[in-house]
T-cell receptor
Framework: GNSVTQMEGPVTLSEEAFLTINCTYT??????LFWYVQYPGEGLQLLLK?????DKGSNKGFEATYRKETTSFHLEKGSVQVSDSAVYFC???????????FGGGTRLMVKP | DVKVTQSSRYLVKRTGEKVFLECVQD?????MFWYRQDPGLGLRLIYF???????EKGDIPEGYSVSREKKERFSLILESASTNQTSMYLC??????????????FGEGSWLTVV
C-alpha cells in the first residue's frame, strides 16, 4: 500500500534560517506529490504539488522536487519567517479518486 | 474562490449522543472526503464519496457513517459518540478528472470533544 514518512518535529529555527523538511514515500505506479500547510486553528491549505518525476513545485518561497529515484519530495525554503510557523504535511495521491495518503505532519516553529 | 465549508467549528457532545458533522462545497466536485486528525497520527481517511449516494470506507470507518444525498453536501455521522472520537475532523473535496492535478481542497476543520 501507499505510505508517506516525514521527519518528526518540532523543527525550531531562527528567522531567516534555511529550512528542510524531509519526506519519503512508498507507492505503486506514478503518484502525484503534495505539501499541505496548516496554520494554527485552521484547516489544510495546498502549498505546492508535483505530478511527475523531476517536476519542481514552488509557492511562497517554498519548493520541493519530485525525485523518483530516491522516492523523496523534500520541502525547502531559503529564509523562513515567523509567519511560516505551522504544521506541514507531505502527501501523495495515485488514483483517479484523488484520495490522499498523508505523512504524520511536521511542526515548524520559527523564532524572531 | 474554492470553498469547502464545515458547519460547526467547535462542538462538545456527551458520550452516546448521535453527532452530525456537515460539509458543503461550492465547486461542483464529484469527490468528497472525511478525515480525522490526531497528534502524531497525521490525517486518517474515514470515508469518501465519489458520487451522490455513493460511499466507500476509508482506513478507519468504525463508529462512523456518512450520507451524500446531494452533490455539494457530505455529512459525517457518529451514531453513538465515544470519548475516543474526540478529534479534529476535516472535510475535503476534489474534482474527479486527472487533468485537475488531483488537487484536494479542505475545510477549516471541526473540533469535536466527547465528554
Amino acid at each position: 500500500g501507499n505510505s508517506v514518512t516525514q521527519m518528526e518535529g518540532p523543527v525550531t529555527l531562527s528567522e531567516e534560517a534555511f529550512l528542510t523538511i524531509n519526506c519519503t514515500y512508498t507507492a505503486t505506479g506514478y503518484p502525484s506529490l503534495f505539501w499541505y500547510v496548516q496554520y494554527p486553528g485552521e484547516g489544510l491549505q495546498l502549498l505546492l504539488k508535483a505530478t511527475k518525476a523531476d517536476d519542481k513545485g514552488s509557492n511562497k518561497g517554498f519548493e520541493a522536487t519530485y525525485r523518483k529515484e530516491t522516492t523523496s519530495f523534500h520541502l525547502e525554503k531559503g529564509s523562513v519567517q515567523v509567519s511560516d510557523s505551522a504544521v506541514y504535511f507531505c502527501a501523495l495521491s495515485n488514483n483517479a479518486g484523488n484520495m490522499l495518503t498523508f505523512g504524520g505532519g511536521t511542526r515548524l516553529m520559527v523564532k524572531p | 474562490d474554492v470553498k469547502v465549508t464545515q458547519s460547526s467549528r467547535y462542538l462538545v457532545k456527551r458520550t452516546g449522543e448521535k453527532v452530525f458533522l456537515e460539509c458543503v462545497q461550492d465547486m461542483d466536485h464529484e469527490n468528497m472526503f472525511w478525515y480525522r486528525q490526531d497528534p502524531g497520527l497525521g490525517l486518517r481517511l474515514i470515508y469518501f464519496s465519489y458520487d451522490v449516494k455513493m460511499k466507500e470506507k476509508g482506513d478507519i470507518p468504525e463508529g462512523y457513517s456518512v450520507s451524500r444525498e446531494k452533490k455539494e453536501r457530505f455529512s459525517l455521522i457518529l451514531e453513538s459518540a465515544s470519548t475516543n472520537q474526540t478529534s479534529m475532523y476535516l472535510c475535503a473535496s476534489s474534482a474527479g478528472t486527472p487533468e485537475t492535478g488531483n488537487t484536494i481542497y479542505f475545510g477549516e476543520g471541526s473540533w469535536l470533544t466527547v465528554v
